[in-house]
Nanobody, 123 residues
Framework: QVHLVESGGGLVQPGGSLRLSCAASGRAFSSYNMGWFRQAPGKEREFVAAISYDGVNTYYADSVKGRFTISRDDAKNTVYMQMNKLKPEDTTVYYC????????????????WGKGTQVTISS
């Protein structure tokens, strides 16, 4: 069992930056592939980024490639997403996900999800 708690959301101006954190409780965090998704009201959940259990491989949606960076700190049981050059269209709730299967994470089929953190980009 893995419990995920996101933090770091907030209101920033276009072009600004935020760093989201996802703290995981439970054992064997280092064995889980981790991901970030986002979902706006009335829209489907959208894959944003993922990182393999060993931190070697990262994956990004085209819409955030070059602007967002996912990373993990296994000593802190935490995965991060640094978001730069934020745009108004990045506004939505961001969710953290975890699964032992990397493909499941990328496809949004993770066993474990956080409750989300709101990100708002507005001037």
């Amino acid at each position: 069992q893995v419990h995920l708690v996101e933090s770091g959301g907030g209101l920033v101006q276009p072009g600004g930056s935020l760093r989201l954190s996802c703290a995981a409780s439970g054992r064997a965090f280092s064995s889980y592939n981790m991901g970030w998704f986002r979902q706006a009201p009335g829209k489907e959940r959208e894959f944003v980024a993922a990182i393999s259990y060993d931190g070697v491989n990262t994956y990004y949606a085209d819409s955030v490639k070059g602007r967002f960076t996912i990373s993990r700190d296994d000593a802190k049981n935490t995965v991060y997403m640094q978001m730069n050059k934020l745009k108004p269209e990045d506004t939505t709730v961001y969710y953290c996900a975890a699964d032992s299967n990397r493909g499941y994470v990328i496809r949004g089929l993770s066993d474990y999800w956080g409750k989300g953190t709101q990100v708002t980009i507005s001037s």
